[in-house]
């Protein structure tokens, strides 16, 4: 595997090269390395790579926190990666610090239309509605380094001193709590300032959100990864929702804690060739996300891309899409089409 520094030389090389001879449509240096490593991991396990992820672990700002989450903007760009896809099994690279439960779960239900079999592949960290997205994969693939996370709700509760977010179950038990103390009369003064910002239908929402949350991953685990075994997919489900076990949203879920819940999770250390296409996927993905406008992108590893950079998204090609197998029905929408038909390897609009 090259290391950090032998990849930012690799980058090097591709611009010089790219300076001495430059051509119109050129894709840059950093194209061209994170898809030589996506190309270089679907050789190996013979399946259809989709990277999904944003620049959260890196030490830049990002125009606002909602551009960094998983959102239903995203299928957009998953339906654009999986346009010129023929594959029927995939390993859907995830880096992210989680988002919408409702966008997971429409993603997913879009992925399970089109591939027969999904891994999740885990270089670092999928955390919230991402481990929800991972639980709902036939397989996880994780590293000694990799961590899940717990799916509880989280709600951002806008207060006269700004926004402030929460896990729903903390908002539910501060309530009790609130509700416990306010029998003294003395107390309800202490308390109206948080009670101002429990806005109407948010205690019902918190319980419904967590139920939702549960449901999706049980019917998952019952249809994939646990096949058959309801008692137990709904235990899993519940253990990953229940805050009184992690008290925090950010807490680590490791390799050995999916493992000691019954789930089907591989070592990447099983395989030192795979682990290392992994991590060269991952550095080449940092690179982008250090060294470019770059917040949010999934890439295939044809190098069909969606990007979404300050102020903008754009989707690239970065080759043409392979021919589909005859008898193979791609059906593709109607945005897909008009993007098929566009000329140029590259298009994109203002956001």
Known sequence: MPTWGEQIRELRNLKQAADKSPKPGDSSPHDLLRRKYLN??????????????????????????????????????????????????????????????????????????????????????????????????DEILMGTHSQLGPIDPQFTLHTPEGPRSAPAQAILDQFEMAKAECQVPGNIGAWLPLLRALLPGLIAQCIHSREQAE?????????????????????????????????????????SDALGQGLKVTRLEDDQELQDLVLSVHHAVRHTFNNTGTTKLIENHHGRAYLEMTGQ???????????????????PNREQRRNNQRSGNQKGRGR
């Not at 929702?241 to 992690?246: I, K, L, P, V």
Request: charged share 20%.
């Open 40 to 137: 270089a991991l679907s050789e190996h396990t013979g399946r259809a790579t989709i990277f999904y992820g944003t620049c959260w672990l890196e030490n830049k700002p990002a125009p606002n926190g909602d551009a960094l989450s998983l959102n239903l903007g995203d299928k957009q760009g998953f339906m654009e990666a999986v346009s010129n896809v023929s594959e029927r099994e995939l390993d859907l690279i995830l880096t992210s610090p989680g988002g919408s439960p409702e966008a997971a779960e429409a993603i997913m239900g879009y992925l399970r239309s089109r591939f027969d079999h999904i891994r999740a592949v885990v270089p670092v960290a999928a955390m919230s509605a991402a481990t929800m997205m991972s639980l709902a994969c």
């Open 215 to 255: 449901r999706f991953v049980a019917e998952q685990l019952e249809a994939h990864m646990l096949q058959g075994d309801r008692d137990k997919s709904r235990a899993v489900a519940e253990w990953f929702a229940d805050f009184s076990e992690f008290k925090s949203h950010g807490r680590p879920v490791t390799i």
């Open 313 to 331: 998204f754009l989707m690239q090609q970065g080759q043409p899409a392979p021919q589909i197998p005859s008898g193979a029905q791609p059906n």
